[in-house]
């Protein structure tokens, strides 16, 4: 039991950080070891705490730059990670705002405004995110209700050299995933 359990939360990880279910396209790799434990790291930012405001420097309404996250203690084991960023409260369900992978294992920041170019100098690719852009696209919700934005940093065993957009992304990421950090923002107009 024990280790179905470890299975079925090692294919789910990457679906669970604030992401609808995506329904598998092709066949995505088995994990590795069902009894590897999925290990937690702390993710933050200077700019803003989690469940706190991102402020408007960050946001659709000023500059649109992407903020400054850090984080610490992540898997002695990590060869890469995948940044996804995602409004669940947008109005025509989940909403994603910034897909960043290969991100290095040696990387411990994302400094302000990464670029927005498919190819990083150190690696690092972004795809398109759901408003059509490549890189970061900063939170602009309609008026009214607060929205959340939660970044998700996977740490995975490998780099990962997917075909195509997120599903292809996250099918990838099945059975590579050995932490996550998470940090959850907030904005509203």
């Known amino acids: 039991m024990k280790a179905r359990f470890a299975l079925v939360l090692v294919a789910l990880l990457p679906l669970g950080c604030g992401q609808a279910p995506v329904k598998p396209q092709g066949t995505a790799p088995a994990p590795q070891n069902a009894q590897t434990a999925i290990a937690s790291f702390m993710l933050s930012s ?9 402020p408007d420097k960050y946001s659709g309404k000023d500059t649109n730059y992407s903020p400054p996250l850090n984080w610490y203690d992540p898997p002695k084991r990590t060869k890469a990670y995948v940044l996804i960023v995602e409004d669940p409260d947008a109005p025509m369900g989940t909403f994603t705002h910034w897909v960043a992978y290969n991100i290095p294992g040696t990387t ?17 690719r ?36 997917p075909v195509g957009d997120k599903t292809f992304l996250l099918n990838a990421m099945q059975g ?14």
């Open 46 to 54: 200077p700019a803003f705490a989690d469940n706190e405001a991102i």
């Open 108 to 124: 411990t920041r994302l400094d302000e405004n990464v670029l927005k170019e498919e190819a990083l100098p150190d690696g690092t």
């Open 126 to 161: 972004q795809l398109k995110n759901d408003a059509g852009r490549v890189g970061y696209t900063g939170p602009m919700p309609p008026p009214g209700k607060v929205h959340h934005y939660v970044f998700c940093l996977y740490a995975l065993d490998q780099e990962l050299n």
């Open 176 to 189: 590579h995933v050995i932490g996550l950090g998470k940090l959850t923002g907030t904005y509203r107009r």
